[in-house]
């Protein structure tokens, strides 16, 4: 399943964020609240358990989400502009990071890196990278977490190219995919079109 979002807010941010004249400072701050309004779209369906509330005046009923069940990963190094947006909802969960990076040729993802929790087999891992274009960064990062066990994945995306969204829906039609907004095409060089621009050096002023 793939969900892209269409609420207004998103689409103004975007507009924003879209922008080559936006500063560093800006772009970082308009990922974390993109990020932040995704994962509260995926997380609609997380469980809950009932707690006993003491209130001012009374006592009474209420749910809570078990943040033990659930991880964030992000793919090295652009998803880590997400992760303070999503731990803004959840600041108990874990934290893992895949590091890949696309060789510029091939266009194939090479890693380098990867750190996870211990018992990641045993969570809910929340994906995030913010442009999903090719796809094979993201595919290939699913693999290595049902690798390690992981059952249920979702991935949190703020640019998506159709390949991209294809790619993924083709490897693992079990991965549930929540973009920001869907784009045109990708170039001849793998950027997505209209797009942003490279999301890593815009979010750390690298280029």
């Not at 924003?16 to 990922?31: A, G, M, P, Q």
């Not at 640019?159 to 083709?170: F, H, L, Q, W």
Request: proline fraction near 5%; charge should be neutral.
């Amino acid at each position: 399943m793939e969900k892209i979002m269409n609420h207004p807010m998103i689409k103004h941010k975007i507009s924003i964020l879209r922008n080559e004249k936006t500063s560093t400072k800006e772009f970082r701050e308009l990922v974390s609240e993109i990020a932040m309004l995704l994962c509260y779209e995926a997380l609609s369906d997380a469980k809950t358990k009932k707690v006993k509330v003491k209130t001012p005046i009374a006592e009474t009923e209420g749910l809570q989400v078990d943040e033990n069940n659930y991880a964030f990963v992000p793919i090295l190094r652009a998803g880590m502009g997400m992760v303070d947006g999503v731990l803004t909802l959840m600041p108990n969960a874990k934290i893992g990071h895949i590091g890949l990076y696309r060789n510029e040729e091939t266009l194939e993802p090479v890693k380098y890196y990867c750190k996870l929790p211990s018992d990641i087999k045993n969570r809910e891992v929340i994906l995030l990278d913010p442009m999903l274009a090719t796809g094979g960064s993201g595919s290939a990062a699913i693999t290595m977490l049902k690798k390690d066990g992981v059952k249920k994945i979702k991935f949190l995306c703020i640019i998506a190219a159709p390949d991209g969204i294809k790619k993924i829906k083709e490897d693992h039609p079990d991965v549930d995919i929540y973009c920001a907004q869907l784009d045109d095409h990708l170039n001849d060089v793998g950027y997505i079109v209209p797009g942003l621009g490279d999301a890593g050096d815009r979010i750390y002023g690298t280029k």
